[in-house]
């Protein structure tokens, strides 16, 4: 394996878009909550599709609120909550079985905040791996983003809260910061490989 790979220079994200087209879930961990959103944004821009985008932390509408990102007109933006997180999956899972989309849950965080810590591991990992499966049958991408931080053995948790990054042979998983002007993206994956893709900002 290649200790030191290239930059793969990718401002339209088209190979970014063909790495997440390979993997379902993609996880995206950060450690700075705009720059997540930003990310996503890049990513969103980017896509013909229509995008299901579910704002758990409200981060995200709240920067497109306030104009620090611009909205796109092909996002539907949901605000699930406890109370009606089973029918939103439920309208999605109709809808991604149907049509092509890209779908994002962010977060990880604010997903497992809806949950007490005995029924979200098993109940969060479940809805997002059956999502998952559906969205196969047209070929539909989703992105998970997290907050997160990296442990002094090398892995990643959830930050704040210490949980576990889901672990899947099907995941994709990476990480994104920044370099100047530009954003990183980095893979994480278990399968040993390593790819570092950057994107220019305007």
């Given at each position: ?32 909550p ?90 969060v ?11 196969s ?59 570092i ?6």
């Amino acid at each position: 394996m290649d200790k030191n790979p290239k930059q793969i220079l990718d401002n339209n994200l088209v190979q970014i878009l063909n790495e997440f087209s390979s993997k379902n879930p993609n996880i995206i961990l950060c450690s700075e909550p705009f720059m997540k959103s930003q990310f996503l944004n890049e990513l969103i821009d980017s896509v013909d599709l229509h995008v299901i985008f579910l704002d758990f932390d409200l981060l995200y509408t709240g920067y497109v609120v306030s104009e620090m990102l611009e909205k796109n007109t092909r996002v539907e933006i949901y605000h699930p909550k406890k109370d009606n997180l089973e029918e939103i999956f439920s309208e999605i899972a109709k809808k991604v079985s149907v049509k092509k989309y890209l779908v994002i849950l962010d977060s990880f965080n604010g997903l497992y905040n809806l949950f007490t810590e005995i029924e979200s591991g098993i109940f969060v990992n479940t809805i997002i791996m059956l999502l998952a499966s559906i969205a196969s049958q047209k070929n539909s991408i989703i992105v998970v983003s997290a907050m997160a931080r990296k442990m002094k053995n090398g892995g990643w948790v959830l930050s704040p809260g210490g949980r576990h990054i889901i672990n899947s042979t099907n995941s994709g998983i990476y990480y994104v910061n920044s370099e100047g002007k530009s954003l990183i993206l980095k893979s994480l994956n278990y399968d040993g490989s390593l790819k570092i893709f950057r994107i220019d900002l305007m």
